[in-house]
Structures are given as structure tokens and as C-alpha cells.
């Protein structure tokens, strides 16, 4: 069974900091790691997805997050925060290579708010 | 290309009745999938399909039916809803490439239960 373990429910950064949201996972095949992110009232975006090769995985908006097997992590980060990064991050995960057919296991989010 | 369409958005029941959440998408994808949202607890998987005629479920499906029909579509039925049930609903759609698995999810569905 996989899960996956979000650190900390809420996290308050400084507008132009950096921004760490941490994720680690129990899987055990080599896991396909997503983040997405959530605005107020929507749905769910897609910021990266680590599937295989390169560990370091760039996304969207100047995120970006590394895996790294040997801790089971999967971190968040950007180097400066800024006012329209405020919402409600997942960490996902699936170890299902065929495309995700059995669904993905998430994270319980995190709430990132940005202090001007 | 519509993507992963959801209906309706909101809706509001009472006690006992049953609906139906729509989900279809226009990808020719062959899994989808439906997941509740819970303030705390992230997106919990209900129901999944590896293709149509096939389903299984997921961490949460008492409750809740499925069926696929055809590729296109994963209604959820809510036989006799409960306020437990309160939750906003996305259904996912999804396909092996050659990197992974790309999964789309559709804006939606609040419903409340009273």
C-alpha cells in the first residue's frame, strides 16, 4: 500500500521567501510522484510530476522538487514566494506505471500562505 | 477539446435522495477515476475504471456506485445520500504515455447534503 505524509497543514512564509513544502511517500515500487496545486474554489493543477530520469523535475509557476529515493521525499520548492503562490498544495502518488489506473494516493495538503 | 467535463456543480440534497454526479471526457482515455475532497484529509479515491466495463474500488466507495458504459463516461451514483457525504467530488481521467501515467481532473462538484 502506498501513502503519503505531508508535513505540516499550514505553512506561512514571507512574501520573496523561500517557499518548502515537504513530502514523503511509503511505496513499494518505484513511485510516479505528482504535486498539484489548489486555488480557493477549484480544482486541481498540475505543478510537476517526477516519473522517471531526472530527479531534480522543474514546473510550473518556478516550482520545482527533487527526488530522492534514498529519503523517500519528494519536496516543494521555489526560491521566492509571491502573493499569487497562496493556496493548497498535494503531494500525490502512484505506483502504477499503466497510466494511473488504480488512482492516485494524496497527501492531506498543505496550506501555504504568503505574509506580505 | 473539452478535457474532463463535470455536472453539475453544485447541488444540494436532502436526506435519502439519490443522484447522480456526471463525468465525461473527450480524451479517449481509458482510466478514470472519482475522488472525494475533505477539509484534512486531501482527495480520497472512491471508485476507478481500468476501461469500460471494468471497475474497482478505492479507499471510500460505500456509498457511492459507478459503472463505464463507454470510454467516455463515469457517472457516480449516490443511492441514498447522506450528510456524510457533504464533499466536493472530482472525477480524473488518465493515460499511460511514454513518461507516465498524465492524469486530467475535471474543475468539481460540490454537494450538500442536509
Known amino acids: 500500500a502506498q501513502s503519503v505524509t505531508q508535513l505540516g497543514s499550514h505553512v506561512s512564509v514571507s512574501e520573496g521567501a523561500l517557499v518548502l513544502l515537504r513530502c514523503n511517500y511509503s511505496?513499494?515500487?518505484?513511485?510516479?510522484l505528482f504535486w498539484y496545486v489548489q486555488y480557493p474554489n477549484q480544482g486541481l493543477q498540475l505543478l510537476l510530476k517526477y516519473t522517471t530520469g531526472a530527479t531534480l523535475v522543474k514546473g510550473i509557476n518556478g516550482f520545482e522538487a527533487e527526488f530522492k529515493k534514498s529519503e523517500t521525499s519528494f519536496h516543494l520548492t521555489k526560491p521566492s514566494a509571491h502573493m499569487s503562490d497562496a493556496a493548497e498544495y498535494f503531494c500525490a502518488v502512484s505506483d502504477d506505471s499503466g497510466g494511473g489506473a488504480d488512482g492516485l494516493t494524496f497527501g492531506k495538503g498543505t496550506h501555504l500562505i504568503i505574509q506580505p | 477539446n473539452a478535457g474532463v467535463t463535470q455536472t453539475p456543480k453544485f447541488q444540494v440534497l436532502k436526506t435519502g435522495q439519490s443522484m447522480t454526479l456526471q463525468c465525461a471526457q473527450d480524451?479517449?482515455?481509458?482510466?478514470m477515476s472519482w475522488y472525494r475532497q475533505d477539509p484534512g484529509m486531501g482527495l480520497r479515491l472512491i471508485h476507478y475504471?481500468?476501461?469500460?466495463?471494468?471497475?474497482d474500488q478505492g479507499e471510500v466507495p460505500n456509498g457511492y456506485n459507478v459503472s463505464r458504459s463507454t470510454t467516455e463516461d463515469f457517472p457516480l451514483r449516490l443511492l441514498s445520500a447522506a450528510p456524510s457525504q457533504t464533499s466536493v467530488y472530482f472525477c480524473?481521467?488518465?493515460?499511460?504515455?511514454?513518461?507516465?501515467?498524465?492524469?486530467?481532473f475535471g474543475e468539481g462538484s460540490w454537494l450538500t447534503v442536509v
Open positions: 480524473a481521467s488518465s493515460y499511460s504515455g511514454t513518461h507516465g501515467n498524465t492524469i486530467y
Open positions: 475504471s481500468v476501461g469500460a466495463g471494468i471497475t
Open positions: 511505496s513499494s515500487v518505484p513511485p510516479y
Open positions: 480524451m479517449n482515455h481509458e482510466y
